[in-house]
Protein backbone atom coordinates (compact mmCIF):
# COMPACT_ATOMS: atom_id res chain seq x y z
CA UNK A 1 0.00 0.00 0.00
CA UNK A 2 1.17 3.50 -1.10
CA UNK A 3 1.79 6.45 1.80
CA UNK A 4 -0.85 8.79 1.76
CA UNK A 5 -1.07 11.46 -0.07
CA UNK A 6 0.56 14.23 1.25
CA UNK A 7 -2.47 17.36 1.74
CA UNK A 8 -1.11 20.65 1.90
CA UNK A 9 -4.51 23.23 1.47
CA UNK A 10 -6.94 23.21 4.37
CA UNK A 11 -9.91 21.84 4.07
CA UNK A 12 -12.94 23.93 3.57
CA UNK A 13 -15.61 25.67 1.74
CA UNK A 14 -15.45 28.47 -1.01
CA UNK A 15 -18.55 30.56 -1.41
CA UNK A 16 -18.19 32.04 -4.60
CA UNK A 17 -20.42 34.51 -6.44
CA UNK A 18 -19.57 33.53 -9.82
CA UNK A 19 -20.22 36.25 -12.44
CA UNK A 20 -21.52 35.79 -15.62
CA UNK A 21 -19.40 34.58 -18.67
CA UNK A 22 -17.40 31.78 -17.00
CA UNK A 23 -18.18 28.26 -16.25
CA UNK A 24 -18.09 26.57 -13.00
CA UNK A 25 -15.28 24.60 -13.89
CA UNK A 26 -13.29 27.93 -14.48
CA UNK A 27 -14.07 28.97 -10.94
CA UNK A 28 -12.70 25.54 -9.85
CA UNK A 29 -9.92 25.92 -11.85
CA UNK A 30 -9.13 29.33 -10.00
CA UNK A 31 -9.27 27.74 -6.67
CA UNK A 32 -6.89 24.97 -7.51
CA UNK A 33 -4.19 27.31 -8.47
CA UNK A 34 -4.88 29.76 -5.43
CA UNK A 35 -5.31 26.84 -3.03
CA UNK A 36 -2.27 24.91 -4.62
CA UNK A 37 -4.26 21.51 -4.94
CA UNK A 38 -6.19 19.17 -7.25
CA UNK A 39 -8.42 18.53 -5.02
CA UNK A 40 -11.45 21.18 -5.95
CA UNK A 41 -14.69 20.68 -6.90
CA UNK A 42 -18.67 22.85 -6.67
CA UNK A 43 -21.73 21.62 -6.17
CA UNK A 44 -24.34 22.66 -8.61
CA UNK A 45 -23.36 23.74 -11.70
CA UNK A 46 -24.00 27.20 -12.90
CA UNK A 47 -24.65 27.69 -16.33
CA UNK A 48 -22.27 30.49 -17.94
CA UNK A 49 -25.29 33.33 -18.43
CA UNK A 50 -25.74 32.73 -15.05
CA UNK A 51 -24.60 34.73 -11.78
CA UNK A 52 -24.74 33.97 -7.77
CA UNK A 53 -24.07 31.43 -5.30
CA UNK A 54 -21.48 28.79 -6.27
CA UNK A 55 -20.37 25.90 -3.31
CA UNK A 56 -16.31 25.45 -3.74
CA UNK A 57 -14.89 22.37 -1.80
CA UNK A 58 -11.26 22.24 -0.95
CA UNK A 59 -9.42 19.23 -0.21
CA UNK A 60 -11.73 16.58 2.49
CA UNK A 61 -14.63 18.85 2.15
CA UNK A 62 -15.21 17.71 -1.50
CA UNK A 63 -16.67 14.75 -0.11
CA UNK A 64 -19.72 16.56 1.23
CA UNK A 65 -20.51 18.07 -2.13
CA UNK A 66 -22.72 15.32 -3.29
CA UNK A 67 -24.83 16.08 0.27
CA UNK A 68 -24.90 19.50 -0.34
CA UNK A 69 -26.25 19.56 -3.59
CA UNK A 70 -29.32 17.78 -2.86
CA UNK A 71 -30.29 21.57 -0.68
CA UNK A 72 -33.11 23.20 -1.65
CA UNK A 73 -31.75 26.63 -4.45
CA UNK A 74 -33.28 30.09 -4.60
CA UNK A 75 -33.18 31.74 -7.64
CA UNK A 76 -33.82 34.96 -9.30
CA UNK A 77 -35.04 35.14 -13.01
CA UNK A 78 -35.65 37.36 -16.30
CA UNK A 79 -38.08 35.63 -18.05
CA UNK A 80 -39.15 36.82 -21.75
CA UNK A 81 -42.39 35.53 -23.74
CA UNK A 82 -42.89 35.72 -26.91
CA UNK A 83 -39.35 34.17 -28.03
CA UNK A 84 -38.72 30.38 -27.54
CA UNK A 85 -34.39 29.31 -28.18
CA UNK A 86 -33.10 26.57 -29.11
CA UNK A 87 -30.79 26.07 -25.44
CA UNK A 88 -34.26 28.08 -23.77
CA UNK A 89 -31.81 30.93 -22.54
CA UNK A 90 -30.70 34.46 -24.22
CA UNK A 91 -27.75 32.76 -25.50
CA UNK A 92 -29.48 30.32 -27.71
CA UNK A 93 -30.84 30.65 -31.29
CA UNK A 94 -34.24 31.95 -31.80
CA UNK A 95 -36.69 28.71 -33.23
CA UNK A 96 -40.11 30.66 -32.70
CA UNK A 97 -41.50 34.33 -31.98
CA UNK A 98 -45.10 34.61 -31.12
CA UNK A 99 -46.72 38.40 -30.23
CA UNK A 100 -46.98 38.16 -26.09
CA UNK A 101 -48.13 41.79 -25.60
CA UNK A 102 -51.62 40.92 -25.43
CA UNK A 103 -51.17 38.61 -22.54
CA UNK A 104 -52.02 40.16 -19.11
CA UNK A 105 -50.48 40.49 -16.11
CA UNK A 106 -53.17 38.73 -14.41
CA UNK A 107 -53.13 36.07 -16.67
CA UNK A 108 -49.33 35.25 -15.83
CA UNK A 109 -49.37 35.26 -12.44
CA UNK A 110 -52.42 32.39 -12.79
CA UNK A 111 -49.83 30.69 -14.92
CA UNK A 112 -47.05 31.02 -12.45
CA UNK A 113 -49.35 29.50 -9.95
CA UNK A 114 -49.58 26.06 -11.99
CA UNK A 115 -46.02 25.15 -11.44
CA UNK A 116 -45.95 25.70 -7.55
CA UNK A 117 -45.86 22.59 -5.12
CA UNK A 118 -44.59 19.03 -6.57
CA UNK A 119 -44.72 18.89 -10.39
CA UNK A 120 -43.50 17.05 -13.18
CA UNK A 121 -40.68 18.76 -15.26
CA UNK A 122 -38.81 17.53 -18.06
CA UNK A 123 -35.72 18.72 -17.98
CA UNK A 124 -33.45 21.30 -20.60
CA UNK A 125 -32.17 19.51 -23.43
CA UNK A 126 -29.31 21.51 -22.93
CA UNK A 127 -28.54 19.70 -19.34
CA UNK A 128 -25.50 17.72 -18.22
CA UNK A 129 -28.09 14.61 -17.79
CA UNK A 130 -26.46 11.78 -20.02
CA UNK A 131 -28.21 10.33 -22.83
CA UNK A 132 -26.99 6.64 -23.57
CA UNK A 133 -23.68 7.81 -21.91
CA UNK A 134 -23.53 11.45 -23.69
CA UNK A 135 -24.33 14.72 -21.94
CA UNK A 136 -27.62 15.75 -23.13
CA UNK A 137 -26.11 19.15 -23.95
CA UNK A 138 -23.55 18.05 -26.43
CA UNK A 139 -26.40 15.98 -28.09
CA UNK A 140 -28.40 19.10 -28.44
CA UNK A 141 -26.23 21.08 -29.47
CA UNK A 142 -24.66 18.67 -32.28
CA UNK A 143 -28.39 19.13 -33.35
CA UNK A 144 -30.20 15.66 -32.48
CA UNK A 145 -34.07 14.96 -31.29
CA UNK A 146 -34.24 13.07 -28.34
CA UNK A 147 -36.32 13.31 -25.36
CA UNK A 148 -35.74 13.17 -21.59
CA UNK A 149 -38.33 11.74 -19.07
CA UNK A 150 -40.10 14.26 -16.59
CA UNK A 151 -38.39 13.92 -13.48
CA UNK A 152 -40.35 15.16 -9.84
CA UNK A 153 -39.64 18.47 -8.43
CA UNK A 154 -40.89 20.54 -5.59
CA UNK A 155 -41.52 24.10 -6.26
CA UNK A 156 -42.08 25.65 -2.78
CA UNK A 157 -42.03 28.91 -3.97
CA UNK A 158 -42.68 30.77 -6.88
CA UNK A 159 -43.50 34.47 -6.85
CA UNK A 160 -43.97 37.12 -9.90
CA UNK A 161 -42.15 40.51 -9.56
CA UNK A 162 -41.93 43.41 -12.12
CA UNK A 163 -43.50 42.87 -15.58
CA UNK A 164 -42.38 45.18 -17.87
CA UNK A 165 -43.71 45.50 -22.05
CA UNK A 166 -41.89 46.72 -24.86
CA UNK A 167 -44.26 45.89 -27.75
CA UNK A 168 -44.75 41.98 -28.55
CA UNK A 169 -42.10 41.01 -25.78
CA UNK A 170 -42.98 41.04 -22.36
CA UNK A 171 -40.68 40.23 -19.57
CA UNK A 172 -41.38 38.75 -15.92
CA UNK A 173 -39.28 38.40 -13.24
CA UNK A 174 -39.92 36.11 -11.08
CA UNK A 175 -38.23 34.28 -7.27
CA UNK A 176 -37.80 30.70 -7.01
CA UNK A 177 -37.38 28.32 -4.69
CA UNK A 178 -36.87 24.73 -5.47
CA UNK A 179 -35.61 21.64 -4.98
CA UNK A 180 -32.37 20.18 -6.53
CA UNK A 181 -32.88 19.34 -9.87
CA UNK A 182 -35.04 21.92 -10.91
CA UNK A 183 -34.40 23.55 -14.06
CA UNK A 184 -35.27 27.30 -13.96
CA UNK A 185 -34.71 27.30 -18.18
CA UNK A 186 -36.93 24.42 -17.93
CA UNK A 187 -39.50 26.19 -16.18
CA UNK A 188 -39.44 29.58 -18.43
CA UNK A 189 -39.75 27.50 -21.06
CA UNK A 190 -43.04 25.69 -19.65
CA UNK A 191 -44.21 29.27 -18.71
CA UNK A 192 -44.51 30.25 -22.11
CA UNK A 193 -46.11 27.12 -23.20
CA UNK A 194 -48.49 27.35 -20.38
CA UNK A 195 -49.46 30.79 -21.98
CA UNK A 196 -49.23 29.85 -25.67
CA UNK A 197 -46.38 32.60 -26.63
CA UNK A 198 -42.89 30.34 -26.12
CA UNK A 199 -40.33 31.71 -24.09
CA UNK A 200 -36.63 31.86 -22.03
CA UNK A 201 -34.93 32.82 -19.81
CA UNK A 202 -32.61 36.19 -20.08
CA UNK A 203 -30.96 36.35 -16.45
CA UNK A 204 -30.64 33.99 -13.96
CA UNK A 205 -29.14 34.33 -10.50
CA UNK A 206 -28.80 32.09 -7.55
CA UNK A 207 -29.41 33.74 -4.63
CA UNK A 208 -28.83 30.59 -2.08
CA UNK A 209 -27.60 26.82 -2.36
CA UNK A 210 -29.11 25.60 1.09
CA UNK A 211 -28.18 27.43 4.11
CA UNK A 212 -25.27 29.47 1.44
CA UNK A 213 -26.20 32.72 0.71
CA UNK A 214 -25.09 35.81 -1.33
CA UNK A 215 -24.01 36.99 2.27
CA UNK A 216 -21.55 34.44 2.85
CA UNK A 217 -20.12 34.50 -1.15
CA UNK A 218 -17.21 36.26 -2.21
CA UNK A 219 -17.74 37.74 -5.79
CA UNK A 220 -14.63 35.92 -8.08
CA UNK A 221 -12.92 38.65 -9.20
CA UNK A 222 -11.88 39.68 -5.46
CA UNK A 223 -9.65 36.51 -4.92
CA UNK A 224 -6.25 37.14 -4.95
CA UNK A 225 -3.36 34.96 -4.23
CA UNK A 226 -5.00 33.63 -0.73
CA UNK A 227 -8.49 33.00 0.19
CA UNK A 228 -10.32 32.20 3.72
CA UNK A 229 -12.94 29.41 3.61
CA UNK A 230 -15.31 27.92 5.93
CA UNK A 231 -13.49 25.13 8.28
CA UNK A 232 -15.04 21.65 7.55
CA UNK A 233 -15.46 21.31 11.21
CA UNK A 234 -17.94 24.54 11.01
CA UNK A 235 -19.18 23.41 7.47
CA UNK A 236 -20.81 20.32 9.64
CA UNK A 237 -21.81 21.81 12.78
CA UNK A 238 -24.27 24.50 10.82
CA UNK A 239 -25.20 22.12 7.97
CA UNK A 240 -25.69 18.77 10.40
CA UNK A 241 -26.46 18.09 14.17
CA UNK A 242 -23.17 16.69 15.55
CA UNK A 243 -22.16 14.09 17.94
CA UNK A 244 -18.93 13.71 19.30
CA UNK A 245 -17.02 10.27 20.01
CA UNK A 246 -14.52 9.19 22.79
CA UNK A 247 -10.94 7.99 21.54
CA UNK A 248 -11.50 4.34 20.88
CA UNK A 249 -14.60 5.19 18.96
CA UNK A 250 -13.01 7.95 16.81
CA UNK A 251 -9.94 5.56 16.20
CA UNK A 252 -12.57 3.02 14.68
CA UNK A 253 -14.35 5.28 12.67
CA UNK A 254 -11.24 6.91 11.16
CA UNK A 255 -11.18 3.48 9.58
CA UNK A 256 -14.49 3.58 7.94
CA UNK A 257 -15.64 1.11 11.12
CA UNK A 258 -19.21 1.10 12.04
CA UNK A 259 -19.67 1.73 15.13
CA UNK A 260 -23.23 1.72 18.16
CA UNK A 261 -25.13 4.93 18.01
CA UNK A 262 -27.29 5.37 20.69
CA UNK A 263 -31.02 5.12 20.89
CA UNK A 264 -31.25 9.06 21.66
CA UNK A 265 -29.05 9.76 18.07
CA UNK A 266 -30.23 12.29 16.00
CA UNK A 267 -32.01 11.12 13.04
CA UNK A 268 -31.04 12.01 9.18
CA UNK A 269 -27.35 12.96 8.47
CA UNK A 270 -24.96 13.75 11.49
CA UNK A 271 -21.71 15.01 11.75
CA UNK A 272 -19.77 13.15 13.54
CA UNK A 273 -16.52 14.44 15.76
CA UNK A 274 -13.97 13.11 17.96
CA UNK A 275 -13.46 14.49 21.53
CA UNK A 276 -11.36 17.86 20.70
CA UNK A 277 -13.71 18.70 17.48
CA UNK A 278 -11.73 16.80 14.69
CA UNK A 279 -14.36 16.08 11.84
CA UNK A 280 -14.31 12.02 11.52
CA UNK A 281 -17.63 11.09 9.24
CA UNK A 282 -20.62 12.10 7.87
CA UNK A 283 -23.31 9.14 9.05
CA UNK A 284 -26.54 8.22 9.47
CA UNK A 285 -27.85 6.29 12.86
CA UNK A 286 -29.90 2.86 11.32
CA UNK A 287 -30.23 -0.72 13.00
CA UNK A 288 -28.64 0.30 15.80
CA UNK A 289 -25.36 1.67 14.06
CA UNK A 290 -23.35 4.61 12.49
CA UNK A 291 -23.32 4.36 8.91
CA UNK A 292 -20.75 6.49 7.14
CA UNK A 293 -21.90 8.17 3.89
CA UNK A 294 -18.76 9.94 3.75
CA UNK A 295 -15.63 9.22 6.11
CA UNK A 296 -12.73 12.41 6.47
CA UNK A 297 -9.45 10.39 7.24
CA UNK A 298 -6.68 12.62 7.91
Known amino acids: MGKPRQRTAADGLVIIDKPAGVTSHDVVARLRRVCGTRAVGHAGTLDPMATGVLVVGVERATKLLGHLTASTKRYDATVRLGAATNTEDAEGEITSITPAG ?5 EIHVAAQRFRGPIMQV ?20 GESFELPARPITISSLEVGAIRRDGDVVDVDISVECSAGTYIRALARDLGAALGV ?18 DAIPLPEIGDSISMLPLADVLTREY ?20 ADNGSPSGLVGLLDSGGAVLALSEARDGQWHHHAVFSA
Not at 125 to 136: C, F, N, P, Y
Not at 199 to 210: E, F, K, P, S, V
Open 241 to 260: AVVHLDADQSARVRHGIRIP
Open 198 to 215: GAHLTALRRTAAGRFTLA
Open 102 to 106: HIGDA
Open 123 to 142: PSAVSAIKVDGVRSYKRARA
